[in-house]
């Protein structure tokens, strides 16, 4: 539960962060603004992880870092995916990415509401990817504190004489 808080707090945070990105995007027509969407998701790992260091209290490894931010982009992503496909559909946005698509593949054999739901999917892949790398660096950067600082114990007869000798 203690992982689970974070991300899914910071997936939604994500998740809004990404919507409005895109409807900015759109709505200006400014094509630049839509690269913060390839920020968010780093930023999202790092947040959720961050977070995590914070409040728990053993020392936080890679893997750790690493299931925070892929559920951190698993829950911005989905609730994304979920908003952006009508979003894209509504606005007209099939025309603009179908002119992009064949501009640079002519022949490309999608098109339509099918072109819309794999670009959505390959976003949604690509964020993943990303708030899990937010995830992976948030531990090296943020986690100072050492795994077990005991010292092994000592090997048996430490000190002791030497086996078999008649005293």
Known sequence: MAKLKPALLVGIALAILLMSTNVLTLVTKVGGI???????????????????????????????????????????????????????????????????IRSVAPGFPLSGIALIIISAILGFVIFLVLSLIGGLIAVPIFEKRKGDSTAPPPPQNYGGGSYGSAA
């Open 34 to 100: 839509g690269c913060c969407n390839c920020l968010w998701p780093v930023v999202g790992g790092l947040l959720a992880t961050l977070w995590y260091i914070k409040s728990s209290t053993v020392p936080a490894s890679v893997g750790d870092g690493a299931q925070i931010g892929l559920v951190t982009g698993l829950v911005g992503g989905l609730i994304d995916l979920v908003v952006i496909i009508p979003v894209q559909y509504l606005t007209g946005n099939v025309e603009l990415i179908e002119t992009q």
